[in-house]
């Protein structure tokens, strides 16, 4: 069974930064692709960034050059750095590993961001 513990969400103002955790525990963490998606309300779930086992990295355009995603294999750690936040950046942000037919995700956690 997986587990996820994710942290760091919250209220931002536009253009500033938010820093988000996640714990994931259940197998072997390294071998997996771990990844945050996103869902805002009325909208469909969107994948965000994701790093592969062997550290490559994908993003959504819509976050290229302001998220970065990183791997610590040794904690089981995931976090997604956001700078420069928008308004549409607005959503519950879900962990997500890799494994079976589609995945797995975490709970969410809320961010917000408004002036």
């Known amino acids: 069974q997986v587990q996820f513990v994710e942290s760091g969400g919250g209220l931002a103002q536009p253009g500033g930064s938010l820093r988000l955790s996640c714990a994931a525990s259940?197998?072997?963490?390294?071998?997996?692709?771990m990844g945050w998606y996103r869902q805002a309300p009325g909208k469909q779930r969107e994948l965000v960034a994701l790093?592969?086992?062997?550290?490559?990295?994908k993003y959504a355009d819509s976050v290229r050059g302001r998220f970065t995603i990183s791997r610590d294999n040794a904690k089981n750690l995931v976090t997604l750095q956001m700078n420069s936040l928008k308004p549409e950046d607005t959503a519950v942000y879900l962990c997500w590993r890799g494994g079976g037919s589609e995945g797995y995700w975490g709970q969410g956690t809320q961010v917000t961001v408004s002036s």
């Open positions: 790093v592969r086992s062997g550290g490559s990295t």
């Open positions: 259940g197998g072997i963490f390294s071998i997996y692709a």
